[in-house]
């Protein structure tokens, strides 16, 4: 009987096996065995009372359809499932199930009835509160109020009010905000959390980052205790998850995260992520996952305009109840225009100075506090970088920018580069020659010379040299 078992077994998994992905194989089919066949009815056992939900929800037409091919159209399948005794010298216990009821529960040795009622095990759980109560894990001072909407955030900021207003009731799912560091997309995706739980204060709201995701994981791992951890995640109604790109050297956690993801989304759960770099770009994330991604919206943040940081430092300011001179605000926003998080740091660290030096804050103060603070976040420019952004300004080549020759234009955009060059760079007049076919310091205190006339004189010029000015500082940013 038993060999007759394991052929049947073995036939109905090589059927599965072409069916489903490999993953999706290895990870609920090939832990089941199977125990007894008899009248048309076979045995399996499987590792734990979430495995046996699992195959109930997304594998039973599959097991049904592949059970009745191997047996007929009177086969049937029952599970045995495993549960911890809570007592080590004793064997597990197993749990008979028919996939609708339950029955009892046995040891082997004493037959007695039991109840489940264990508690999935919840990492974020309020201490002293009763299960299922969970900590949002949400900063409450993330609110769309907070956040500044302009052209560089816009998408992202409406889809997330769409969402925030019907979650996983809208074409948004999962919504993916992607951008660099200190852009706004925890504020943004914390803002969706913190209105959700507002409008809808019985979803359970749960924000997690993506290395403490990874780290439970790893936990439970160690404990065998993966299904509890999977199961927890998949009792969460609005689900976001911070720096998706750290999944890349965690396979397992991809795994784990895959089976939530399915669940959730299956359910019309909402999904919000984050992550540096759009879907697409990723790399160290199964496929899989990534299709996912894509399932819903992909909205990027990109740098904040002049206009939006101006914005930005005045509600900061109104916030704090401060208030600044109109051109320090500009001259903030003029030169710190890499982040928000920058952004905001500068206007504290002038606000630090002024307080404990005990002086009123004005341009000067502005410029002294803030001139390490905007050195330190800029980059280094060279002579090479600006030869090259003149050359393409003025669609001229490289070659013809070091040649002799007395040709106006090219005359013109040599000289603009010696000017940007000397502004720019840290190089001795000498060294700035150099780099122009050998010529000599003379030549380059001429074209300083020769730019700031022809700046005064000729208004084509001057808006040339402004605007190839202002293209080289922001590349130093």
């Known amino acids: ?125 309020i201490p002293g509160i009763k299960k299922m109560q969970i900590d949002p894990q949400l900063n409450i001072n993330y609110t769309f109020d907070a956040y500044i909407e302009g052209d560089c955030n816009r998408v992202a900021r409406r889809a997330g009010k769409t969402v925030a207003e019907k979650p996983g009731a809208n074409s948004f799912n999962p919504l993916v905000v992607y951008g660099g560091v200190g852009l706004g997309k925890t504020h943004l995706v914390q803002a969706i959390g913190n209105e959700v739980k507002k409008a809808y204060p019985n979803k359970i709201v ?23 951890f999977i199961h927890f995640y998949q009792l969460i109604d609005v689900l976001i998850v911070d720096d998706v790109q750290f999944f890349s050297k965690a396979e397992r956690s991809q795994d784990a995260f895959f089976a939530i993801f399915n669940h959730l989304h299956q359910s019309g759960k909402q999904l919000i992520l984050t992550s540096d770099k759009s879907p697409k770009d990723l790399e160290g994330v199964q496929e899989r996952l990534l299709s996912r991604f894509r399932w819903g919206l992909s909205a990027d943040l990109q740098i904040p305009d002049y206009e939006t940081r101006i914005e930005i430092l005045e509600r900061k300011m109104k916030a704090d109840g401060l208030d600044m001179p109109k051109e320090v605000v500009k001259y903030i926003a003029y030169n710190i225009n890499s982040n928000v998080r920058e952004l905001e740091g500068a206007l504290i660290s002038l606000l630090a100075q002024s307080s404990l030096n005990r002086r009123e804050i004005d341009l000067d103060l502005a410029k002294k506090v803030l001139r390490n603070f905007i050195k330190s976040s800029s980059k280094e420019i060279t002579i090479d970088t600006i030869q090259k952004m003149v050359c393409d300004y003025f669609n001229v080549s490289y070659d013809k920018l070091l040649q002799k020759t007395r040709k106006r234009e090219i005359v013109q955009a040599r000289q603009i580069t010696m000017y940007l060059a000397k502004s720019f760079t840290k190089n001795s007049l000498k060294t700035i020659g150099e780099h122009f076919g050998g010529r000599d310091h003379t030549t380059v205190i001429h074209s300083c010379q020769t730019v700031k006339d022809l700046m005064d004189t000729d208004s084509v010029f001057r808006e040339n040299v402004l605007e190839l000015h202002q293209k080289v500082q922001l590349a130093a940013m």
């Open 206 to 228: 749960l924000y997690v980052s993506s290395e403490k995701f990874i780290n439970q994981f790893m936990d439970h791992s160690r404990n065998n205790a993966i299904n509890d």
């Open 1 to 125: 009987m038993e060999k007759n078992v394991e052929k049947i077994w073995s036939n109905c998994l090589k059927i599965i096996k072409d069916i489903v992905e490999w993953q999706h194989y290895k990870t609920w089919f090939e832990p089941i065995k199977a125990i007894s066949l008899k009248n048309n009815v076979l045995v399996i056992q499987v590792p734990s009372q979430f495995f046996f939900e699992y195959l109930e929800e997304h594998y039973v037409n599959l097991l049904a359809k592949t059970l009745k091919r191997e047996l007929g159209k009177e086969a049937r399948l029952e599970y045995r499932i495993m549960v911890d005794s809570g007592n080590s010298k004793n064997k597990p216990l197993t749990m008979d199930v028919t996939g609708t009821g339950y029955k009892t529960y046995s040891n082997n040795e004493m037959d007695f009835p039991l109840v489940i009622n264990n508690p999935v095990k919840n990492p974020f759980v």
